[in-house]
C-alpha cells in the first residue's frame, strides 16, 4: 500500500511517537542496525496508527521495542571500550607476573615491605578498633554519664576521683529533671557464696540499683531485666557463677543463696560480662539491700561508689555540670567553695580511655591511656609509608630496565595514558597480593601480639561488616594508585628516540628518590629513638627506688575473721624460715590511697586537712623497709599507739612548716579537739602512688580494731611461689569463712605501667619492621645504583683507586641521606617524647646520647646492608666493567 | 557448507526475502509472512534471523531509499546470495524427496 509521505496524517501522527522506546532502542541495538530497525518499527506504528487508533499503536511500539532485548540483538552491539580493556588487563597482568619473574629480588623487596607494613598497620587498626569499641554494646551510651569528683583538699593537688558517696545519684535525680536514671555501683570484692555445703568464693561482686540493666545492656539470659534487682536480698548471677554453683543455669533462677551470711534470692542469669566492657563482675547484689547498712545510710562519709546517670535525649550534659556546685553547696551546706568538691560528668565512652588521671578507678577493667592509640595510628601510618616508599623508590631505579618495553610499545603506538593504565595496574596488582599476604602473615604475627598486650584480637573481626572488609580492599587499591603514580609517570616520560637508542641509561638519582631515602629513614630513627627512650623510661620506673619494698612481699586478701585471727597466723607465719615478716594495711601500695580528715594543733590552733591516709599493723614499716627520718616506729609498748600515734610523711612534715614535727598533737578529723594523739615520726618519702603522681602529704596510723582489708607477707629467698602451700596450709587450719587468695605486690606495681609496657612493645616491633623495611629498600637501591655506576668504578680502578676507596665512595652518598634525615627528624622526636615524659612526675631525662646512638645504630645497620654490594663492586675485576668500551 | 542447515523459520526468511526481491525489508518482510502464512511475527525475531542469515552469507544486505512513512530512516533491502539460493534450493530436493518416500494415501471417502 503507498503511502504519500507529504500528507498532513503522516506529520501529526509524527508527534505521537513516544520517544523512550526509541531511546532505548538506541541504547540496546549496534549503532549499525538501528536506522533500519527503527525504520521497520516506526512503519509498523503508522499502519498500527491507521488501523488501530493512537493509544494501540503507541503500546505495540513499546512492546515491540523492548523485545529488542535479547542477547543476539546486544551481543552485535562492538563493545570497544570493554572488551578491549578485559584484554589489555589480561596482557597487563601477564606483564606484571613476567615482570615479577624476571627481577625475583626487586620484586620480593617490593612485596615483602608491603606486605609487612599492610600486615602490622592490620594489627594496628584492630587494636585501635578493640579498643575503641569498649562499652559501645550499651545503645545508651551517648547519654551515659559517670559522675566524678573533683575535691578541694589542700596539700594533694587537684585529684579527679572516681567514686561519689551513696546519696549523690538519688539526689541529683530527684533535683534535675534532665536526668532520665541513675545506678550506683558498689563493688563488694570478693564474697562467699554458700549453697547447701558448698561454699565458695566469688571474685567480683557489686551492688547496684534496680534501674542497672535499664542503663546498661547487659545480657539478661533469664529473669526479668526491670524488676530483678528491685527487691532486697536480690541476686543477678552470670552464667559461670551460676555454673560453679549449680549443675546448670536453668535450675538456679529463682534458688535461695547464702552470700556472707545473708540469703538472697536468684532472680536472674546474666551472660558473663563481655571483654570489652569497663564494668566487670560475677554477681550483682540489689543495692536496696544495703538500705539498713551503717556505712551505706551516713551518706556523706566518704566516696565508695560509682554513680552514672542517664540524661534524658537532648539534655545537655555541660548544662547540668554547670549546675552541680550550686546542687553540692545546696545538699551540704558548705558554702565555702574551696572546701567542697566539685561534681562533674564524665562520658561513658570516655571511661575507658579518657581515665589514666583518674583516681579511686578501681571499676575500669583494662583501663587503657587513650593518647596511645594515636601513638599507635601514627606508627601504623609510619610503616606503611616506609614500605610505600621502597616500592616507589625501587620501580623508579628499576625504571631504565623497562624502557626498552616502553620504547618499543611507544612506537608500535600505545598512548602515554595506556602504558600510565599498565603501571598503575602493576602496582595495584602488587597492592592486593601484598594484602593477601599480608592476611597470610597476620594468623600468625596476631597470636603473639595477643599474648604481649593481653588481647583477644581476631583477624576474622575485619570481615564482621562487609563495609569494613570493602573498605580495606579500597584503601589497598588506592594505596597502589598513589604508590604507582610517580613511578608510572617517570617511565612514561621518555622520549622513544632517546629511550631506543639506549641514551639514558647512565641516568643518576633523582631529587625526588633521595628524599624518599631521607622520608624513610627519618621515620626509622624517629621509631627507634623513640624505642630507646621509652624503653629506658619504663625501666627506670622499674628500677628506681620507690622507697619501699616491692619484691618478695605476698598479699593476701582478709575478712573479719582474718582480722580476730591475725596473731594466731602471724605466729605460725614467723615459725617458717623463709618468713621474715608478716603484717596487715587497710589498703595496697600503688592504689591512691584514701584521703581522711586530718587535724593537727599549732599555735595558731586547729588546722584542718586532708592527706592520703592509711592504717596499718605494727610492723608495717619494718616489712616494707620505710625508713624513717626522725621520731620512732610504733610499738606495741606504747599504749597510745593504738590509734593515737601517727607517722607522717616528708612531704607532710613540709607542708606543715614545723621545725619540729614529732611530738605535734594530732588526729582524724572525727577526733575531739581535746583527745588528739601526736604525731610520733617522720617517715622518709616514698611513693606509695604510682610514679605519674608526685608523693602527696601521708598520714599512717596504726588501729587494728578498724580491720585491714590485706595481709603482707616478707618472704626471703627467691622461691617464693614454693612457699605458698605452706602458708594455705596454716590458713586452712585457721580460717573457716575465707579462703586463702595471695597475689605478689610486684606484680600489681608492674600492672600499674601496663599501658605503657603495651606501648612500648608496640613501638619496638614497628621500629623494628620500620628498620627492616627500610634497609631491605636500600638494599635494593644500592643494586641497583652499584648497576649503573659499574663503568665509573671500573675507570676509578684502573686509575689507581683502592677497593677501600672505592666503597667508601659508593657508600658515603648514603651515609650523607641517612645524616640528613637524622637532623631532620630529631627535633620532631624531641618535642613528642618530651610531650610523653611530661605525663611522669618521676621521669628520665633525655640526654642527646640516646639520640645520637639511635642515629648511630641506623647508620650503622644501613652500613652492614649496603656493604654487601659496595664491597663487591669494589672489589670486582674492572675488565669485566670496561671490557665492551 | 553442506553441514549448513537451517531453521524453519530461517528458511521462511530468506525464502521471503527470494520472494520480495526489491522490496525485502524488515517491515515488508513480516507483512508478507503475516498476509499469506497468517501468523503473527516478532519484529525482533525477524531482524534477528535476517542478520543471522547474513553471517551465514546466505543474504546480503544494501541500504535502500527512506520515506517519510518510515520517519526518514532509510530501508535496508536484502538480497539472496549464491549461496542462498543453493541452500534454497537444496532444502527444497531434500523435502521433495523425502515427501517422496511417504508411502502414497488412499484419499478414503470418496
Known amino acids: 500500500m503507498e503511502i504519500d509521505p507529504t500528507t498532513k496524517d503522516v506529520r501529526d501522527m509524527n508527534d505521537q511517537i513516544p520517544q523512550w522506546p526509541l531511546k532505548f532502542l538506541r541504547a540496546v541495538c549496534p549503532d549499525h542496525l538501528i536506522e533500519e530497525i527503527e525504520g521497520d518499527l516506526l512503519q509498523n506504528f503508522y499502519k498500527d496508527h491507521r488501523k488501530f487508533g493512537q493509544r494501540k499503536a503507541r503500546l505495540r511500539l513499546t512492546l515491540n521495542a523492548i523485545r529488542y532485548l535479547r542477547p543476539e540483538i546486544i551481543m552485535r552491539n562492538k563493545f570497544s571500550f570493554q572488551l578491549i580493556n578485559i584484554m589489555m588487563l589480561l596482557n597487563y597482568f601477564k606483564l606484571s607476573l613476567r615482570n615479577i619473574r624476571l627481577s625475583p629480588l626487586y620484586s620480593f623487596i617490593n612485596m615483602f615491605s608491603l606486605t609487612i607494613g599492610l600486615s602490622s598497620c592490620l594489627v594496628i587498626y584492630l587494636f585501635i578498633s578493640d579498643e575503641l569499641s569498649f562499652d559501645s554494646l550499651h545503645s545508651n551510651r551517648s547519654s551515659v554519664y559517670r559522675i566524678y569528683g573533683v575535691p578541694h583538699y589542700s596539700g594533694n593537688g587537684t585529684q579527679k576521683i572516681a567514686l561519689t558517696n551513696a546519696w549523690t545519684g538519688p539526689s541529683i535525680a530527684e533535683d534535675f529533671p534532665q536526668v532520665a536514671s541513675f545506678t550506683r555501683y558498689w563493688t563488694q570484692g570478693k564474697m562467699t557464696f554458700t549453697n547447701g555445703d558448698d561454699h565458695l568464693l566469688i571474685n567480683s561482686v557489686a551492688a547496684v540499683d534496680s534501674t542497672f540493666l535499664n542503663i546498661f545492656d547487659f545480657n539478661l539470659q533469664s529473669g526479668n531485666r526491670a524488676t530483678a534487682l528491685a527487691e532486697p536480698n536480690s541476686v543477678i548471677l552470670t552464667e559461670s557463677t551460676a555454673l560453679k554453683l549449680f549443675k546448670n543455669t536453668d535450675e538456679s533462677l529463682g534458688r535461695a543463696i547464702t552470700i556472707q551470711d545473708t540469703e538472697y534470692k536468684i532472680t536472674g542469669i546474666l551472660k558473663d560480662t563481655p571483654e570489652n566492657s569497663h564494668l566487670r563482675f560475677d554477681a550483682l547484689l540489689s543495692i536496696s539491700t544495703f538500705g539498713k547498712n551503717k556505712m551505706f545510710s551516713s551518706t556523706w562519709e566518704g566516696s565508695f561508689l560509682n554513680t552514672y546517670l542517664l540524661l534524658h535525649d537532648g539534655a545537655d550534659n555541660k548544662e547540668l555540670e554547670s549546675k552541680l556546685s550550686d546542687f553540692w553547696i545546696r545538699h551540704t551546706g558548705i558554702k565555702d567553695p574551696d572546701k567542697g568538691t566539685t561534681l562533674q560528668l564524665q562520658p561513658l565512652s570516655d571511661v575507658h580511655l579518657q581515665s589514666t588521671d583518674m583516681d579511686h578507678d578501681y571499676n575500669n577493667y583494662r583501663k587503657f591511656n587513650g593518647t596511645y592509640l594515636k601513638v599507635f595510628g601514627i606508627t601504623g601510618i609510619f610503616i606503611l609509608l616506609i614500605a610505600c616508599v621502597n616500592f616507589m623508590n625501587l620501580t623508579t631505579a628499576r625504571a631504565s630496565y623497562r624502557w626498552k618495553e616502553v620504547g618499543i610499545r611507544k612506537s608500535i603506538g600505545a598512548k602515554k595514558t595506556q602504558l600510565f593504565g599498565q603501571f598503575i595496574f602493576e602496582s595495584t596488582v602488587m597492592a592486593l597480593l601484598a594484602l593477601v599476604l599480608a592476611m597470610l602473615l597476620d594468623l600468625f604475627l596476631i597470636p603473639f601480639v595477643n599474648q604481649l598486650t593481653g588481647r583477644q584480637l581476631l583477624l576474622s573481626s575485619l570481615f564482621a561488616h562487609p563495609i569494613q572488609a570493602g573498605l580495606l580492599v579500597a584503601v589497598t587499591i588506592l594505596l597502589g594508585l598513589l604508590t604507582g603514580i610517580y613511578p608510572s609517570f617517570y617511565m612514561t616520560s621518555f622520549n622513544v628516540t632517546s629511550v631506543l637508542k639506549g641514551g639514558i641509561k647512565t641516568q643518576g638519582r633523582s631529587i625526588f628518590q633521595n628524599s624518599l631515602v631521607v622520608l624513610q629513614f627519618g621515620l626509622a630513627i624517629g621509631l627507634i629513638i623513640g624505642t630507646l627512650v621509652v624503653t629506658r623510661q619504663l625501666s627506670f620506673m622499674k628500677n628506681t627506688d620507690i622507697g619501699f619494698t616491692k619484691d618478695q612481699i605476698i598479699l593476701v586478701g582478709m575478712n573479719g575473721e582474718v582480722n580476730k585471727k591475725l596473731e594466731v597466723l602471724r605466729t605460725e607465719w614467723l615459725r617458717n624460715q623463709s618468713v621474715s615478716g608478716v603484717t596487715a594495711s587497710s589498703q595496697r601500695l600503688g592504689t591512691n590511697l584514701n584521703g581522711w580528715g586530718f587535724k593537727v594543733k599549732t599555735d595558731t590552733g586547729i588546722y584542718n586537712f586532708v592527706p592520703s591516709n592509711l592504717n596499718v599493723d605494727f610492723d608495717y614499716l619494718k616489712v616494707y623497709g620505710i625508713t624513717l627520718n626522725d621520731g620512732r616506729d610504733f610499738s606495741r609498748e606504747f599504749l597510745t599507739d593504738n590509734g593515737k600515734a601517727f607517722i607522717i610523711n616528708e612531704t607532710m612534715a613540709r607542708e606543715l612548716n614545723m621545725k619540729q614535727p614529732v611530738g605535734i598533737p594530732a588526729g582524724q578529723s572525727w577526733y575531739e579537739n581535746d583527745s588528739l594523739g601526736a604525731i610520733i615520726g617522720v617517715a622518709k618519702d616514698f611513693n606509695y602512688n604510682s610514679l605519674y603522681s608526685k608523693i602527696g602529704m601521708l598520714a599512717i596510723v596504726c588501729k587494728p580494731e578498724w580491720g585491714y582489708d590485706e595481709i603482707s607477707i616478707k618472704i626471703d629467698g627467691a622461691h617464693a611461689k614454693e612457699i605458698i602451700p605452706a602458708l594455705k596450709e596454716v590458713w586452712d587450719k585457721n580460717i573457716t569463712t575465707y579462703p586463702f587468695t595471695y597475689s605478689f605486690l610486684d606484680e600489681h606495681v608492674d600492672n600499674l605501667y601496663k599501658s605503657d609496657q603495651q606501648m612500648s612493645s608496640v613501638i619496638s616491633i614497628t621500629a623494628i619492621f620500620a628498620i627492616f623495611i627500610s634497609c631491605m629498600g636500600l638494599f635494593g637501591l644500592v643494586a641497583i645504583t652499584m648497576n649503573k655506576k659499574i663503568k665509573e668504578i671500573g675507570i676509578r680502578k684502573v686509575l689507581g683507586a683502592t677497593n677501600f676507596q672505592i666503597s667508601s665512595m659508593l657508600s658515603s652518598s648514603f651515609t650523607k641521606l641517612i645524616l640528613i634525615s637524622f637532623v631532620m627528624i630529631c627535633p620532631v622526636t624531641y618535642y613528642l617524647l618530651f610531650k610523653w615524659l611530661e605525663s611522669f612526675s618521676y621521669r628520665i631525662t633525655m640526654s642527646p646520647w640516646l639520640f645520637l646512638s639511635g642515629g648511630l645504630i641506623t647508620i650503622i645497620i644501613a652500613l652492614l646492608t649496603i656493604s654487601y654490594h659496595t664491597i663487591r663492586s669494589a672489589r670486582e675485576n674492572p675488565v669485566n666493567a670496561l671490557r665492551y668500551e | ?110
Do not use: C
Open chain 2, 1 to 110: 557448507m553442506g553441514k549448513e542447515y537451517l531453521g524453519e523459520f530461517e528458511e521462511l526468511v530468506l525464502t521471503m526475502v527470494g520472494v520480495l526481491q526489491k522490496e525485502a525489508y524488515g517491515a515488508a518482510i513480516a507483512e508478507e509472512i503475516e498476509k499469506r502464512q497468517d501468523r503473527n511475527i516478532n519484529i525482533s525475531a525477524l531482524h534477528v534471523t535476517l542478520y543471522r542469515l547474513e553471517d551465514k552469507g546466505l543474504i546480503k544486505s544494501a541500504f535502500g531509499g527512506s520515506t517519510n512513512e518510515r520517519g526518514g530512516r532509510r530501508k535496508r533491502i536484502y538480497t539472496v546470495t549464491n549461496a542462498g539460493f543453493v541452500m534454497l534450493r537444496r532444502m527444497k530436493d531434500g523435502r521433495l524427496e523425502l515427501w517422496r518416500l511417504i508411502p502414497q494415501l488412499k484419499m478414503s471417502g470418496i
